[in-house]
């Protein structure tokens, strides 16, 4: 059988292009300079995909910021006040990615967006009313050719129409449809010239086709690809899907003149179903999504050949036809296990990142071929990898997962009364004002952490300077006049790795990065067993925070739904047990902070929103009926008086905010800023019971807010939200800011809380 990968992560093993792309940004190395490094990558990958065997290899899936990007370019697709600061084509790129300050003009950068269920970040293209779409760019020809240099005649990816022109802002009135005839004669023209080069196969991903497909949306989609297929000559086209399955769209995408089809059978819950009743026509290849491009575990063979025969037998596809693929694009997985030193061979026999899928794709491929395959070497070390996994099971903490009650995921009394009973124990101002958790990071902070981590200071010494920052930061807020005190969170590198060091059950990677944006990269824990709380986590800085100062002291925790959206997380048991393990682990951290005297505990949920189903039909059944009875577990023992906050990063919650309202915090802080504060008229609308601090201004940037400026954002607030239930604060956490503009934006924050008040 042959073999596919959509895409290979383009940061680099050791995230070269991450540090040649900041040191270019700071006018360190030069354009060209760059190019070299990123052309090295793209070498290195393309031999990486050879070796292994791999039958279809991706060209242009490399970015030097994101692949949405490149197509919006590539069409011309870029908004006047860019293209009018006279830059060269590189730094119109990097300004659109990431903005430009300079002498040529100030412009921010495009929007990003989460679109689908994983942590990468897209550039929002925007499509004004005067856009000339035109093919002007020549990325998937000059690296088609860059690849064929070297020996390797590559597939050409590159995103499809559809998915582009859906997931496009339209600043104007013109809409899709306006651009539809624009986008087929552009997209043909491309087809043209790949035919030129001899390019044998084009690869358009269409992730789009796996969401809640409309008749509408169905007939544009059929339309496009009608004409455009008109016109593909030599040129042989793959449909590319993923992240989920096509339900919507199986007949019509089958019966288009696509020569090959690209599935998930991964996270495509009903992908096999569609192929076994509709069938899969035979004149086209079936690229068969089977080895997870999302997770590091290895792939299961017995599973996956099972599936293959399935396909063949029961689906009647031709064996020919079928292409082992990954499940989407590499691009969500670390590198290579070569750089992990440090862990040890028990756990990493069990991994597969990009490198190893690669491997995993090749052995699949070949057993596959051999029909008694059950006993070949290859297939029987695979099979054993399954039988045992060490460390894995802690029966006090499935026992503890099977015992939770009804009962435990509901906090009595009801929200009215426990409103009326913290008022009265809290004694706040009306307009109660305070900050998300974090105070500035500086260079000491992280530098006191790293020498602890190197054991060049001892625990003392580490304790000693984090315990003065926090009496300083507590200082700086009785200072200011914060109503609701922090301690900063000087201990903290990540907000979820921190939490993970502290339980049982997790394991931890050197250098597994991840990009999620441009040259921002993360490094997810592994959920690797079942999780339980090793030791009390915060108690220690809550506890000293509160010896520093009357005024009411809030702990700060993550959240069960966060802390497993940004892990990797286990396979061989559901999300929602995981969820309720790590969910009673952050249970037992809040009892104890109770225990201890703190009577505002923050629950900090900044991804929430991450694996909300791509389908709305799931969004509850699949997703927040337990992700939601996930946090209410975590905080259904306190007491009626303890008051209870979460955070989220985002406001973008407008269609699910019963949900919101049903976590049952007693108050939530939100990113409002940013969005025109509609998110208020939804709350109103709903009828929101908890209370709200949508934040008054924005921490992504350095600059300070004016009084009235504040002023202003809480008059409109006061419109929708009762006096009772509003909150004065920041939008995020303060960390990634100065110190000075920090403390200013806080002065202007209270002092319009004052005026308020009085007003
Ligand atoms: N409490 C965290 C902080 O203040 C919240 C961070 C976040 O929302 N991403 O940094
Ligand atoms: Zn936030």
Redesign the pocket.
């Known amino acids: 059988m042959k073999t596919s990968v959509i895409g290979y992560p383009r940061i680099g093993e050791n995230r070269e292009l991450k540090f040649a792309s900041e040191k270019f940004f700071k006018g360190q190395i030069t354009e060209s300079e760059l190019d070299e490094i990123a052309k090295e990558i793209r070498v290195q990958n393309w031999f990486k995909q050879l070796t292994s065997g791999t039958s279809f290899i991706s060209s242009n899936d490399f970015s030097y910021y994101d692949n949405v990007l490149d197509a919006a370019v590539l069409f011309n697709i870029i908004p006047k006040r860019y293209s009018k600061l006279g830059l060269s084509k590189k730094e119109t790129y990097f300004a659109l990615a990431r903005g430009y300050q300079g002498e040529k003009g100030d412009v921010k950068a495009l929007a990003m967006k989460k679109w689908f269920n994983t942590n990468y970040h897209y550039l929002v293209p925007e499509i004004d009313d005067d856009t000339e779409v035109k093919l002007v760019g020549s990325k998937p020809f000059d690296e088609f050719l860059e690849a064929k240099k070297i020996g390797i005649n590559t597939k050409v990816a590159i995103v499809g129409p559809f998915t582009f022109l859906k997931l496009a802002r339209y600043t104007g009135e013109k809409k899709k449809e306006d651009f539809k005839e624009a986008f087929i004669r552009e997209y043909s023209t491309l087809l043209e010239k790949l035919n030129s080069f001899n390019v044998k196969w084009v690869q358009f991903d269409e992730p789009y086709l796996v969401k809640d497909i409309n008749d509408e949306d169905k007939a544009f989609f059929v339309e496009t690809y009608t004409k455009l297929l008109g016109k593909k000559d030599n040129v042989k086209v793959l449909l590319q899907t993923y992240f989920g399955d096509v339900r919507d769209v199986y007949k019509e995408l089958t019966a288009l003149d696509f020569d090959g089809i690209g599935l998930d059978f991964v996270e495509g819950r009903k992908t096999l179903e569609l192929v076994e009743n509709e069938g899969f026509p035979k004149d086209k290849l079936l690229f068969a999504g089977l080895v997870n491009g999302k997770n590091i575990w290895k792939n299961e063979y017995s599973k996956t050949l099972d599936r293959v025969k399935s396909i063949v037998t029961r689906a009647g596809v031709d064996s020919k036809n079928i292409v082992i693929s990954t499940s989407c694009s590499l691009l969500h997985v670390p590198n290579s296990l070569d750089g992990e030193k440090k862990l040890s061979d028990d756990y990493k026999k069990h991994f597969a990142f990009a490198k190893e899928k690669l491997m995993e794709l090749s052995e699949l491929s070949v057993l596959a071929d051999i029909s008694g395959y059950e006993s070949d070497a290859r297939f029987i070390k695979n099979y054993k990898l399954f039988e045992n996994r060490k460390n894995v099971v802690d029966e006090a903490v499935e026992k503890r997962v099977a015992a939770i009650k009804d009962e435990d995921y509901t906090r009595l009394p009801a929200f009215e009364e426990r409103e009326a009973i913290q008022k009265e124990k809290l004694n706040l101002p009306i307009f109660p004002t305070t900050?998300?958790?974090?105070f500035p990071q500086t260079s000491d902070v992280k530098r006191n952490r790293k020498l602890f981590k190197k054991a060049e200071i001892s625990k003392e010494e580490y304790v000693d300077f984090n315990k003065k920052k926090i009496a300083e930061c507590i200082a700086l807020q009785e200072e200011i006049g914060l109503d609701v005190i922090?301690h900063g969170?000087y201990e903290?590198n990540d907000?979820v790795e921190y939490f993970g060091e502290h339980l049982a059950g997790y394991v931890f990677t050197e250098n597994a990065w991840v990009q999620s944006y441009g040259t921002r990269c993360v490094k997810p824990p592994i959920i690797w067993g079942d999780v339980s709380r090793k030791e009390a986590i915060t108690i220690l800085w809550s506890k000293y925070a509160k010896s520093c100062t009357d005024k009411p002291v809030k702990g700060?925790l993550?959240g069960p739904v966060t802390i497993l959206n940004w892990s990797f997380p286990r396979e061989d048991i559901s999300l929602k047990e995981s969820t309720l393990q790590i969910a009673l682990a952050i249970r037992d951290e809040v009892l104890d902070l109770e225990a201890n005297g703190i009577d505002i505990i923050?629950i900090?949920e900044?991804a929430l929103r991450e694996k909300l189903p791509l389908r709305k039909s799931d969004w509850y059944s699949e997703y927040l009926d337990w992700a939601i009875p996930a946090f209410r577990l975590v905080h259904s023992g306190v007491k009626p008086q303890t008051q209870i906050h979460t955070?989220?990063?985002y406001s973008e919650f407008t269609d699910i905010i019963p949900a919101i309202d049903a976590m049952d915090a007693d108050v939530i802080t939100f990113e409002a800023s940013r969005s025109d504060l509609l998110i208020l008229d939804s709350l109103k609308e709903h009828n929101f019971k908890t209370e709200v601090g949508p934040g008054v201004y924005d921490i992504h940037s350095p600059r300070v807010p004016s009084v009235e400026e504040i002023v202003e954002a809480l008059g409109k607030m006061r419109e929708k939200i009762d006096a009772g239930k509003l909150w004065i604060n920041p939008d995020?956490?303060?960390?990634t800011r100065g110190e000075s503009e920090t403390k200013a934006s806080l002065v202007n924050l209270v002092a319009a809380a004052k005026q308020i008040r009085t007003a």
Do not use: F, P, Y
Request: contains cysteine.
């Open positions: 900050t998300i958790g974090s922090v969170e903290r907000m700060m993550t923050q900090d900044a955070h989220m990063c995020c956490g303060l960390k």
